[in-house]
Every structure is written in structure tokens, then in C-alpha cells.
């Protein structure tokens, strides 16, 4: 179900950049082969990773200045949070194919030791937040429903139990979208009036 509208994202981080740089942490085959194994089991349809690629991700974060560096990974890990939230939240209930899932993703997240460790400076979460985008788009519908539930529970004061509290939310947005539909329809109508005005204007005698 996709109840809320879609939400812009950051841009996408680049899959290839410049020439092949042996500069930043080791990268071993046997952890990329792993890596790109969870990534594809989470979303099938994402790119393949290999060495090469998270080397040069490393050379394109590394090139840049480091408080920007580190803002574009600020912003990404954000959705972690995001996503610990919602698989938290009592009131929410995600299908189990998609909480399990969700569990495997952040089981990686909170490893020291993956991909690339989290020891090394700046470079250690950049794996975390490639396999977090690579994989988005398997839980961005539900990410966005859950924005806008709790963004619903807040306004309206949601009360009652879980199961209570979204089927509310569910009635009161296909109420607006029903809604909006209707004026579209009216808005649509008037301009497309049918057959010939009775006493239609003349100019002269």
C-alpha cells in the first residue's frame, strides 16, 4: 500500500568515478562477494557491486572536502534511523517477509567488521550507507507509509491500540484521496461541455 506522496532522496551515489586507485582501506574479494550476496537476497534488481567499484566510491568520498564528505554521509545514515524506528514501533506492522529483511540490513549495519571496518576514518561507514542505497528502493514504499502515519498520529492524536490507530489513518487518507479525486472530476467538467448552448452569443444584427 502507498498512501503518502514520494519524497525526494539525495543523489545517488556514483557507481563509477575516475580511475582505479589503490589508495584507502583493503578491500577483500571474499567480503565484496558477501556483500553483493545480502545486497541482491534484500533487492534483486540492484546493480552488482564488485571491488572496483567500492574502491573507486572510496576515491570519489575521499576527493572531497571532509566536512562535505561527511554530510553526505550524515544524510544517508539518517534513513537507518528511520528504519530502526519503524521496525520498533509497536504501532506499525510491516509484512514479515519485509521484517525480515529489515532485520538483515541492520544486522549488517551494526557489524564493526564488514566490508569495510568502521575503524577507518571516514571511509568505514561509506559500505553502510552503499548497501543502505542500493537497497532502498525494497523498503521505500513502507518507509514513506510509515512517514506519513506518524506524521498523521501526530496531528490528529491518534488513540487505541495499534491495529486501531492504522486502520484510522488508512480510513482518513483514502477519505482525502477520494476526495481529491471528486474535484478533479468537477475541475475536469468544466471544460468539457457537451452539445451546442441554446442561445448562443451573436454579433450584429
Known amino acids: 500500500m502507498r498512501l503518502s506522496a514520494p519524497t525526494i532522496t539525495d543523489d545517488p551515489l556514483p557507481m563509477s568515478f575516475g580511475a582505479e586507485s589503490d589508495a584507502g582501506p583493503v578491500i577483500r574479494p571474499e567480503a565484496v562477494v558477501q556483500f553483493d550476496a545480502l545486497l541482491h537476497e534484500l533487492y534483486p534488481d540492484a546493480v552488482r557491486v564488485d571491488a572496483d567499484r567500492v574502491r573507486n566510491l572510496c576515491v570519489w568520498l575521499a576527493s572531497m572536502p571532509a566536512q562535505a564528505a561527511q554530510d553526505v554521509l550524515d544524510r544517508r545514515l539518517r ?5 530502526r524506528h519503524m521496525l520498533d514501533d509497536d504501532c506499525w506492522d510491516p509484512p514479515d517477509a519485509l521484517r525480515a529483511r529489515l532485520a538483515k540490513l541492520i544486522g549488517y549495519l551494526d557489524q564493526d567488521e564488514d566490508l569495510i571496518p568502521d575503524r577507518e576514518p571516514l ?3 561509506l559500505d553502510d550507507v552503499l548497501l543502505l542505497e542500493l537497497a532502498w528502493p525494497a523498503f521505500a514504499s513502507e518507509a514513506e507509509d510509515y ?9 490528529h492524536g491518534a488513540a487505541g491500540t495499534g491495529d486501531e490507530q492504522r ?4 480510513r482518513d487518507r483514502l477519505a482525502e484521496i477520494q476526495l481529491w479525486q471528486h474535484h478533479m472530476r ?10 451546442h448552448a441554446e442561445a448562443p452569443f451573436r454579433i450584429g444584427s
Request: glycine content about 6%; hydrophobic content about 35%.
Open 79 to 83: 534513513r537507518i534511523d528511520e528504519l
Open 123 to 125: 571511509l568505514g561507514k
Open 186 to 195: 468537477v475541475n475536469a467538467s468544466h471544460y468539457s461541455r457537451r452539445g
Open 167 to 170: 486502520a484510522a489513518w488508512i
Open 147 to 155: 512517514r506519513d502515519f506518524c506524521a498523521y498520529r501526530t496531528e
